[in-house]
Structure formats: C-alpha cells, structure tokens
C-alpha cells in the first residue's frame, strides 16, 4: 500500500464523522493542528493568513505576494539551556490552500537560532516565492531561538549541537510531512531542500543524513566544511594583523592593512589579466581555472603609492587567497580564486572591517572567532585567544566538532539512487572558497565511480560575493531547475542569470567543467555564449 494512501486513511479514522465538512473547511483543518499528536512538540500557532503583500526586509518596497495559507508554529522538546538558552525545535510550516503537492525545506543561515519566516524566497525575491507557487514550505531555527543569527551560547550544551549540525532537520522533516499529510490527507508528491550558506551546509547535510526524504536539493555557496571555515578566518586575521599599523596601546588596527582603494586596484589588475579569456571582456571572469593571475605584479618599486601595493600587503594577500596551512606547508583549508569581486565592499566588512582601534569587527572576527571558541572547539573555549591559534597543534581541537558539524562525506549512493543535487557557488564568496566546494565535487566524481553528472551537477557564479551581490548575474532560479530535473528528467546543462550590477545583461551559468564562453552576437544576451570546456 502507498505512503499516501496509508496517511489519508489514517486521516479520515481520526476525522471519523465529521470527515467531510472539516475536510471542506481550511480554517478549521489549520485549527486542527493545534492538537497534532506528537509527542513532545508545543504548539504555538495554527491559524489561516490571508492573501497579501509581506514585506520580506528594511528595504523600501522589498515584499512578496503570499497566497492564503495555513499558518503552523511549533516547537519540538522546549527545554532551556544551561546558561539560560531557550532551547528546543522551532519549526514553522506554511501550507497554501492551493497545493501543487509539493514539499520544500527552506534551510537557514548563519548559525540559526531564528526562525522563519518560510515564504521559500529563491534568490532574494527576484522570483515568485515556493509558497506563492503552491509548495508547502517549512523552515526551522536549528534547535534553539537566539537574539541574532551570529549568537553562538547555543553550542554550550550538547544537545543543542547535535540540533544544529543534523538532528532539527531530520525532526523538522518528519514533523512538516507528519502536517502535511494531516492538513491536505495526502503525503506530499515531491519533496525539496534548498538553501545557502548554512542552509547550504544544511542541503548537503540532508543528502549525506537524510538521503530518502528529499528527491531534490539545491546547494548554494555551502558552510560544508565550517570548521575548517573557522580554521581560515583565524588565519586571515592573524595574517592581517602582522602588517596592520599599531593603536595608542601596540594592538593592530585590522581594518587599515589594506584599504578599499587597494583592493580596487586589485580587481583591476585581475580583470585585465583574466576576463578576455572567455572571449569577451565585460567584467565577468568566466575561465577562472586559466587565471594566473599574482599579486606581486603590482609590488611598489619603492614606497608605497596608490598605485601599487607595499611588499608586505603583497605577502599577505597571497597568505589570504591561499588559504591556512600548517608550518610543513599542508593546507587546512582551501584557496580562494582572484575574481573582480574582490573590491566589493562584503570582502572588506568580511576580513578587514571598519574599527579604528585595536577592537577588531569584520565578520572574522565576530563570527568566526565566536564560531571557533564556542562550536568548533571541543569543548568549548568561550576564553580562546584565537589570535594565538596553533595551526600545528590546535586544529585538533576541531576534530569531534567536525564529526557532526561539517557536511563533506561521498558516500551518497542512496540519495544518488533517486534524487538530484544541484550545487552552486560565487566565486567571490569572502568567506566560504568556491574552490573547496569545487574540490568536493571532483571528489565526489572520484569517490562515485560513475557518471555524478547524471544525479549532480556544480554551478560557478563569476563574481558573486556570497550567496548574492557583487559585480555578478546574481539572480537566477534554482528551484525550477531542480523540479524540471526531478520531474521531468531535465538536467540542466545552463541556467539563465541576471544581475542588478549588468543591468539589461543576461548570462548562462554554465555546468561544471564548462563555462560560459562568447561565441559572437550581442554581448548583453545569454544566446551568445556557449557552454564549453
């Protein structure tokens, strides 16, 4: 007997005889799941929301068009933490009254800790949203609610790790399917996951922990190795430092080792090198593989100007572009490519930040050092002087984190079996390299023994800083790429993109090993580049 024919039975004996008209009734099948019969899972709203524009941010005129739909809030096994952490499964489902049978997870970002609200957003909300397109669509806060998305406390207690790395999504997939079957008397047809950053990290997590529950999973600029991550942002502050200038009490002032000019000149110098090679320069480096391009070409002859760069900012851009490495010369983390995002002001804020005194504030230094202390190390070292991190000794301390936190396992022969993954990433990201997800990917060709390509494909995004912006076609759909490729056996060889910094351009995101390469006509439409080796 079917899943589905197993959920609407089993429906229709709880409904007994009021069957029909609750059944005929949306508002009182949302009421309904105010009593779902799980155990352990507290909820906090089932009501109907109307149709209507949301507003989706702070910026004026950011909203999107939701459908009428039901509303569920709930949180599975509420407990509060040691030093005081609510703690526990946020889960929030929306179920459209017009259901195209479709289930999406909508992953998180950061280090959760804040939930919803699941509209199913693709690519900002430059495209209709799942749940405007009839998808029933859950998120979850990852197993605790924080006051930010950058709060680590959480990772003080156990449990609460174990819900972060893996677990909440497992519990808030079979909680969001246990509802939908109960709501609509039938078990979804489809099932999806997308997401990035973290909800990337989350994507690949769900394909190596959960390979029968979803049937497609899109992979954006994935957090898959965030130990590792953690490892390079100690890495690049400690390099920063070296050559930053000294405050009134001798600490470096991060933010004044390069200057924004200096990274502009930088991006410069990659474009003139490296954007022609696709056949046409417009900005966007395409074959990235075949840029060579080194810093030291732009080394001051004497003193510093600003039209080069002294030898030291030289020796520290090559120590941040390539990544951490032990003192034998092993690496810890991967590269990063030279691409024209690097004068984008998300590289700055990432690395260099903006205080003027020894207290530095890039995101490095804030989430990364808190990452590292609280998350990564095991146990945890709220005291941690990152600034004097080991790379010999230290990233063993890493090691049982890892094991449940980073998301790199190969071995996806059942997901492989039936489902499609799609990965894409910017290859601008300041803090996640494109060349390491990159990396996983031919690893996973290697490892696999067959054709990946015909389960698995990898999308680079030239000049995407991460998960959007930068000098990029940052806008693209990736949801209905994977349905066509679930569905309908249509596997994408080019994805059609466009951007607000290339306004009136459009650009195919090419399949990996090919990129995008002129071939003639007119140099704004995506018609006249070809997908090529």
């Known amino acids: 007997m079917r899943k589905s024919t197993i959920v609407t039975l089993s429906l229709a004996i709880m409904l007994g005889a009021t069957d029909q008209a609750l059944a005929a009734d949306p508002a009182a099948r949302c009421a309904a799941l105010q009593a779902p019969l799980i155990q352990g899972l507290v909820v906090e709203t089932a009501a109907l929301v109307p149709a209507g524009a949301v507003k989706t941010s702070a910026e004026a005129g950011a909203s999107v068009e939701l459908p009428a739909h039901c509303l569920f809030r709930g949180t599975l096994a509420p407990r509060t933490g040691a030093a005081g952490q609510h703690l526990g499964i946020g889960i929030e489902l929306r179920l459209p009254l017009e259901w195209n049978g479709r289930f999406l997870f909508q992953g998180g970002g950061g280090l959760d800790g804040v939930l919803g609200p699941s509209y199913g957003l693709v690519s900002g909300n430059h495209f209709p949203s799942a749940l405007s397109r009839g998808f029933a669509v859950v998120a979850t806060d990852g197993g605790h609610r924080a006051v930010s998305a950058i709060d680590p406390h959480f990772a003080l207690d156990q449990q609460a790790r174990l819900d972060y790395a893996y677990n909440a999504l497992d519990k808030t997939t079979l909680v969001a399917k246990e509802l939908i079957g109960r709501f609509y008397g039938s078990a979804p047809k489809h099932s999806y996951f997308v997401g990035c950053s973290n909800g990337g990290r989350q994507a690949m997590m769900a394909a190596e922990r959960l390979p029968l529950q979803f049937d497609g999973i899109v992979a954006g600029d994935p957090s898959f190795r965030l130990t590792r991550t953690n490892i390079d942002e100690a890495w690049n502050e400690i390099v920063l430092a070296r050559i930053a200038p000294k405050d009134a009490t001798g600490r470096p002032i991060i933010s004044q080792a390069l200057s924004p000019a200096d990274l502009q000149l930088v991006s410069a110098a990659v474009l003139k090198q490296c954007d022609a090679r696709d056949g046409l320069a417009d900005g966007m480096i395409n074959d990235f593989r075949g840029c060579d391009f080194d810093p030291a070409m732009l080394t001051c002859a004497a003193g510093k100007t ?212 002129y071939g003639g006509g007119d140099p704004h439409d995506a018609g006249s580049f070809r997908c090529q080796p």
Request: hydrophobic share 40%.
């Open 306 to 517: 600003p039209q080069c760069l002294s030898a030291a900012q030289v020796t520290a851009l090559k120590a941040l572009m390539g990544g951490p490495h032990d003192s034998q010369g092993h690496p810890l983390y991967a590269a990063f490519p030279y691409d024209a995002g690097i004068s984008s002001p998300a590289y700055y804020r990432m690395h260099l930040g903006t205080s003027t005194d020894g207290t530095p504030n890039s995101a490095d230094a804030t989430l990364g050092f808190d990452t590292l202390r609280y998350l990564a190390l095991t146990p945890a070292n709220p005291g941690f002087n990152v600034f004097g991190f080991d790379f010999d000794k230290d990233v063993a301390l890493t090691a049982e984190s890892s094991r449940i936190v980073d998301a790199d396992a190969t071995d996806l022969g059942t997901f492989a079996a039936h489902g499609k993954l799609l990965l894409y990433h910017g290859l601008s990201d300041q803090g996640l390299s494109a060349l390491d997800t990159l990396a996983w990917y031919e690893h996973l060709q290697t490892r696999s023994g067959g054709p990946v390509r015909d389960w698995a494909r990898l999308f680079m995004i030239p000049g995407m800083t991460h998960c959007a912006g930068g000098p990029a076609t940052d806008q693209f759909d990736m949801l209905t790429a994977i349905v066509a490729w679930v569905e309908n056996g249509a596997a994408p060889e080019r994805i059609i993109a466009r951007g607000d910094s290339f306004p009136g351009q459009t650009r195919p995101l090419c399949a990996s090993p090919n990129i995008a390469r």
